[in-house]
């Protein structure tokens, strides 16, 4: 035993803790292998014999031999065995020890030397975040998972970097939803469920929340930043509270603000603000629901009596799945409106559908939807009409008015672009539906990754402590990633919502297609990580009192409402193809297309020999490499979809027919189109960011872009974009990123800032 | 015009149709075109002109110019405009009939030819499934669409196919879930829930479906196939029913019959059956869910009066979330057996709960675990015991006794085997949840496919019809894999029990190691499945009433209880390791290493230029191609995961560390063994049919193997088994599978045999 004991000299021994975890099983890639090598010919505390030693054991392409390594354990338990706990649960300082301990009596001063010390630790420090738990199979007695759980002042930085704009407002709504007011106990029944969510948003329109966004007169501030802000913060309280607060304020509200005259929102704002006038969007038909320009319901105009008709022509073009139609007094309808026998379009009017008693008016006709599987606090209700008259002034006109002579008269003469210019007004859904999808996605995660952190499952050996869940390597694929992509889509919503606000006349488009992407891209997500998130939290996680199940039940519905995620997703893919659009025929489509490949042949260059083989670390999370290969899917397959519906149209393939032969390509261009967006976002978020931020929030964008580029790995292999072993190393680098940033994920989830009132029993954070 | 018209012979009209389709997007493998050009050589009412110019449009690898196409696309017009709608819905007639019309008066008699007619419709059918809404560009006034939603005699076979040899029980679990007091309507509060679920198991007790698999002294008829047919069917109705009825019957009784002694059997299993006695399985505990072993409950003998003592030490180590505790009597309680002092490791004792009047016995502290987000009729409940006393005759004395002088003997001496193989009795728990998902995915899937050829979306242009939701090609890859993958499950489950049925000594290990897998591949597809059959019916699957959002919730735990799934794959992966388990030192292990070598290598023979290139649709279809692919997947991943765990083992890292490095590698290992057993049942079952269902049913296999193998192919491509052009063309062949099966997709899930009542709405089947 002696003999090992003093094999290795104390220089040597100082050392061997960070090459039992570099080799132990290729953590490190081979360029930090060869930076390590040189690192340590320059420190001073070694001699030449311990860096000649050092240099063997440093050759990346011959690793030490299995004998070796297994020779290294023995000395590192039994050089060990006299340390502290506390000691081995940093490499360096365990190092340090063992040569202590190793040296002389006199000699072992020169250990406690600060330089020295310093000196290895910048070492362990180049080499990045090494998780010491490697050390577990050495010294099960101690606990290096518990070391990494810790939130620190860091916290609420980030929390504020996330927060944004809408910093200010997201507090206010945190301490909002923690009052013991809007305590989250289990409705039962829906009616029961119905009346709570109404009593929450009555108090918050009492506080003035409902009308922020309306014009002054109407008790608002103007300011649509704050009604984002609000909307988003309540996605981590109750999403029937948040989908009740939209249908009101946002969508009744918006439909009067958008497409109304003054006088309209003078008579009716103020009363939708404080909730006094309580009203619905009634768009949705049975028959129709994505395909909103087909909608059955007519409001004829009659000249004799000044009076709009508004009428459901067949069962099944009754209104389905409205909000709020069970409370409403007043319905904002769309409806095909004929004015002197001619159709002009889908146009929205205002329907009172109760009296003072909340007795239905006659002829109008609401049955409940009954209970659906989540968003039981929501009254949705189906609505039919029966030949309703209201008087003309109740076409919500700023559009498309009816004058006095009972002519029609719009600004926009094209019904085509009237009727998208109507709906365009509508994308703020679209902006805050995702945000609040996030939201809830943030408050799975911060209770699956937070249980993680304290839930234990099998032991080593029978009487060592059980590991904890996020110990397991397939738990940190299974939460990491997903981790990863929520703080992307903070910030690429949080693009969105700037673009948004900002209100640009040119942007118009631009907007509605990023929102389109956006809103889907969010909502699937949202649905995915609560999914894995429930799973992950085992029985525990399907209890309602733990948030997860019941997040995920309200928000399934996210994906199809405000435009299903697939309709929405052609949208795009059609707004990004008809950027080309007017030069879509002929000499000007030919040079679009020349642009494009040229486009893509400057992005082929990537792909020569070299570059597809580039395996380093350095290179996968670097992020110009990055956002090339983004770039490289998105314009390859921008480039491959215009080819192909150019072919189909010279063979004289209708354009409806076109697009159904390329509509699974269309919604990949999509996919990539946004993902790109998310990427580039996050990039520019972390180059505004104070550098401590920057460096601690980097990886996390590097496990994203991994990510992503791995799930779609199978296209950029079969596009020659990647070479097999690229591949490959991006998967590992995905590993990799998974078991660093787990020692964050604690600081991670805390600074979503999730109120600890809303994460139930299991979510609450470990404490240190 | 009239040039137009009469540019073609008859002879080449006949067959412009078919040529249009099959070149309209390269819908033909170069290999179909190529044999077709063949058979039309062969057709006797063609003239040598005609041959010559069919055969220049015949080259697969010079397809017809986009000017060429568009002419054919006028003439298809401007000669069929006169033809019957009827007539137009298939290829051969609308081509006969165009012939017939375009030739004189005399001529046109050779067109009614009954050979003729034969020869182009085997010359169609030649060329497989080609869909002839292709056309409808041409023709926008024919409903393609509308044609092939038809469900034929043929349904009836593949439906006892499905069913297997449980075909009998499963038509009169049928007919029970179809009697009135089997209604399904929506119960408000858990209350109501279970007091509905509990009058149903009641009801079934009192059929005598509850004792089904307890010996004929119990009531019973010894036949678990029953009671798995029963678990199965009931699946298709209301999921809190399936669990009820399976704590009762199978998990309490179960662990009755498969731990206790005979006597323990006649004296508990009648009033079992009858639900005279309701008891509970309480094995979980708060702390303790996976990890069976380091349950902390106690079970100690005191010798003196004879009795045994179940103790719960602290507050996290209650049971937990234990189904039919609100309701039972009796609970089938697991602890640590302490006899003398001695932990003999974790047993199952009987353990009353409640007195006559239902109160909670003495020692006994019952708690509701409240709402879940699904399966509310289950009673799920904590249990904590303190001291609680029951005579030693209590113990399920099966594998481990306590004898007359308090001695603890057992005939399994090694305490590790005796735990496994009192778990193992249980497998039958994961022999039947899989199927009872299975139903419910099958339930889901018919109404979403069915939901999708009623209900359309956008149309062509204004005026004309609105295309089907399963039209669309999104809308089929959404679909038609998923479809697939249920059949291919039914007959994966089918092996299982058949296997597990067959009760042979040397099979255990195996069948435990196939029922861990296909327990978690088969619910983690019911998640799948369901998920995105709510999201294909948009705002409909959103509703209750419509079923799949309310199976959704209920099936969501699954992929949890009867073992977590990550878990049990990791159990798979190192059943299989184990199966060289006793060689896995040295020598020996090195003998076994060589062996997969050699079986690798054998597979990698199939990675020779030439096959990994081969992109033709019948090769792509071919079984052979499909497993050998399946298996090199499989033995390459068992290969690399035992040579890295070799290699740690040798660097002298524990087994338990080594397998946490190798985790994510070994899941992968498992989901490949299953996918390639379930595959390979398929195949089995394809041969055993009679000739047409084989034939109606081998292209759902090809889709499901493809899929699969589409799913895998990033990894298939990082191997080099595949070129890049494989992977696209088995990208191309699952979207032509997709489209092909459409039009059987009614029939398809006709066949699962879901009774109407339980699909809801929009569930139910199109009429033709």
């Known amino acids: 035993m002696n003999k090992i004991h003093k094999k290795y000299s104390p220089g040597v021994l100082s050392l061997l ?86 040296s002389g009596e006199s000699d072992s001063i020169k250990w406690e030397d600060k330089q020295t010390r310093q000196a290895i630790m910048e070492l362990e420090e180049t080499l990045g975040t090494i998780p010491p738990h490697t050390l577990r199979t050495i010294f099960p007695e101690v606990n290096f998972e518990d070391k990494p759980v810790k939130v620190s002042d860091r916290t609420e930085t980030i929390k504020k970097i996330l927060d944004g704009d809408f910093h200010e407002t997201s507090e206010k709504v945190r301490r909002l939803i923690q009052d013991p007011a809007f305590e989250i106990d289990y409705p039962v029944g829906k009616e029961a469920n119905r009346k709570r969510t109404m009593t929450w948003c009555k108090e918050m329109a009492k506080q003035g929340y409902g009308s922020m966004s309306y014009p002054e007169f109407a008790g608002g501030r103007g300011n649509m930043a704050d009604y984002i802000g609000v909307f988003s913060t309540l996605g981590f309280h109750d999403l029937s509270l948040v989908i009740k607060f939209g249908v009101q304020f946002g969508l009744f509200g918006g439909s009067i603000y958008n497409l109304g005259n003054e006088s309209q929102q003078r008579k009716y704002l103020p009363k939708t603000g404080t909730l006094e006038i309580a009203g619905c969007f009634a768009m949705t038909e049975t028959g129709h629901g994505s395909n909103v320009r087909e909608l059955q319901t007519t409001a004829t105009y009659e000249a004799n009596t000044d009076e709009i008709i508004i009428h459901t022509p067949t069962y099944n073009d009754g209104k389905e799945y409205i909000g709020n139609a069970m409370d409403s007094t007043m319905a904002s309808v769309f409806a095909q409106l004929i004015v002197n026998g001619k159709n002009e379009g889908v146009h929205a009017i205002l329907v009172p559908i109760r009296n003072d008693q909340h007795q239905l008016l006659p002829g109008v006709r609401i049955e409940d939807c009954g209970y659906k599987v989540g968003l039981n606090g929501v009254d949705n209700g189906r609505i039919w009409f029966d030949q309703v008259r209201v008087p003309r002034e109740n076409l919500l ?21 009237r009727f998208f210019t109507m709906l365009g007004t509508l994308v703020g859904g679209r902006v805050c539906v995702p945000r609040a999808g996030l939201s809830a996605a943030k408050t799975g995660l911060t209770v699956a990754i937070n249980h993680s952190l304290k839930r234990r499952q099998f032991a080593p050996k029978p009487g060592l402590k059980e590991t904890l869940l996020l110990d397991y390597p397939s738990h940190q694929r299974r939460l990491m990633p997903l981790l990863a992509k929520a703080y992307a889509l903070n910030f690429g919503l949080d693009y969105l919502a700037k673009r948004y606000l900002e209100d640009k006349e040119e942007d118009v488009r631009y907007v509605e297609t990023l929102a389109a992407g956006m809103k889907s891209y969010a909502t699937w997500f949202t649905t995915e990580a ?141 996919d990539a189109y946004v993902e790109r967006k998310v990427l580039t976002a996050f990039i520019k978020a972390l180059d505004k960011m104070d550098p401590a931020s920057r460096e601690f929030l980097t990886p996390v964008k590097d496990l994203y872009a991994l990510s992503a580029l791995e799930k779609n790995r199978g296209w950029f292999l079969e596009q020659g974009y990647f070479h097999p072993n690229k591949s490959k190393a991006i998967r590992k680098a995905v590993d990799r990123l998974c078991s660093d940033l787990r020692v964050n994920a604690a600081e991670l989830v805390a600074a979503f800032g999730v109120p600890e009132k809303c994460l139930g029993d299991i979510g609450k954070p470990p404490t240190t």
């Open 397 to 417: 006109n700023r559009f498309g008015d009816i004058d006095q002579n009972g002519n029609y008269t719009s600004t926009i003469k094209n019904p085509a672009r």
């Open 530 to 670: 609560l999914q894995e998130c429930r799973e992950a939290c085992g029985g525990k996680g399907y209890l309602w009192e733990n948030r997860i199940s019941d997040l995920k039940a309200d928000s399934d519905i996210f994906t199809t409402f405000e435009g299903d995620n697939t309709v929405l997703m052609q949208l795009v893919a059609k707004g990004i193809l008809s950027e080309f659009s007017q030069e879509f025929h002929d000499e000007g489509f030919r040079a679009v297309l020349r642009m494009l490949v040229n486009q893509v042949t400057t992005n082929i260059s990537e792909r020569n020999p070299i570059s597809t083989r580039q395996t380093d670390h350095s290179h996968l999370i670097d992020s110009e490499f990055q956002i090339a290969a983004f770039k490289y899917r998105e314009k390859d397959l921008l480039y491959s979809v215009s080819t192909r519906m150019r072919g189909y149209i010279k063979k004289k393939i209708d354009s409806y027919e076109a697009f159904l032969k390329c509509q699974t390509h269309m919604l990949q261009l999509a």
């Open 17 to 102: 803790p960070l090459y039992y975890v570099g080799w132990s099983d290729n953590i490190l890639s081979p360029s930090e292998v060869a930076l390590a090598a040189k690192k340590i010919q320059e420190l001073t505390h070694l001699s030449d014999a311990d860096k000649k030693l050092l240099k063997s054991w440093s050759d990346p392409t011959n690793p030490p031999s299995p004998e070796l390594f297994a020779e290294w354990v023995k000395i590192l338990k039994s050089n060990a065995s006299h340390i502290s706990n506390k000691e081995k649960n940093a490499l360096s300082s365990l190092g340090i020890e063992m040569a202590k301990k190793s």
